[in-house]
């Protein structure tokens, strides 16, 4: 039982099929790695959600009015 040869068709699916993989892998890695720089940077990560936070008010300076 021999195989019929494939269609140029699916060749050219398949190509664009893997060129769009490609991309999405690209951007699923590049949104990676932003997560691990944003979350290895150490900077405060406290949403904004209209509640006063001591932690994020600047100290008071010595020696200052109030």
């Known amino acids: 039982m021999a195989f019929k040869p494939e269609h140029e068709i699916y060749k050219r699916r ?3 099929n893997l060129g769009l993989g490609l991309v999405l892998a690209g951007f699923v890695a590049l949104v990676f790695g932003l997560t691990v720089v944003k979350v290895t940077n150490g900077d405060p990560m406290q949403g904004f959600d209209h ?3 001591p932690e994020m008010t600047p100290a008071p300076q010595p020696g200052g009015n109030g």
């Open 14 to 16: 398949f190509g664009r």
């Open 51 to 53: 509640v006063v936070r």
